[in-house]
């Protein structure tokens, strides 16, 4: 099946017609600027643009960078305070005319991971973890999604985890990557006794150099690094609207 995948960031909203039996983007990556500031109906706008762009008509599925809960924003993310309580899907719905499927962006990088990378065939309950500017996470339990986790969010010392163990909280404070590395056994540990996971598949921009920090986390549960497929969060928004129809 082809669905048009979208990535919502910060900065930039990108897209591509994806084939979600291989996870191959079939045309090239389509890429607007976020506008500034970032509101519901401004990014609604570039949305709708690049819809028309591949002059698309079936099924879309988009990563968006805020808490979701059943398509409804629970907080602005790193967007706009104007998204608190505004249901994307329907917003995005209504403006296109299309059917969308929004999930949240951790969620998609990680179906990609899931459905074409290392996650690929693993059973039982699977946290991938990206490690960047905080803490994002994709729940699994065998292979399909447990939505809307925000497992970067738990607490440590009266503050979100991810503002002691993020990839951007390790540069900010020139942190060795030994240093780092036990700051994340803390982090795993405390995920590690309130999930009680299969495995954890560690991504984003820290993991290929999780061989300089994986020795620092003592823990039962397997960590494997991610295969980081390209593109992964329109891959993976694809594939959230193909596994919603399945």
Known sequence: MQILGIDVGGSGIKGAI????TGDLITEKFRLKTPKPAKPEKVAKKIKQLVEHFNWKGKVGAGFPTPLAHGKCMSG??????WKGVDVNDL????????FTVINDADAAAEA??????????????AVITLGTGIGSGLFFNGSLIPNTELGHTTYKNEAFEKYAADSIRKKEDL??????KRLHKYFKHIELILSPDLF???????SKMHKF??????????ITAENKNEAGIIGAA???YDGIK
């Open 201 to 207: 598949i560690i991504g984003g921009g820290a993991s």
């Open 18 to 21: 994806v084939d979600t039996s």
């Open 239 to 241: 594939m959230g609207a």
């Open 113 to 126: 991971e899931m459905h074409f990378g290392a996650g690929k065939g693993k059973k039982g309950l699977v």
């Open 77 to 82: 993310g790193n967007l706009h305070p104007d």
């Open 214 to 223: 994986k020795d620092q986390i003592d823990i039962e549960t397997p960590i």
């Open 92 to 99: 995005f719905s209504k403006t296109t005319g299309l059917d």
């Open 176 to 181: 060795s990557y030994a240093k780092w590395g």
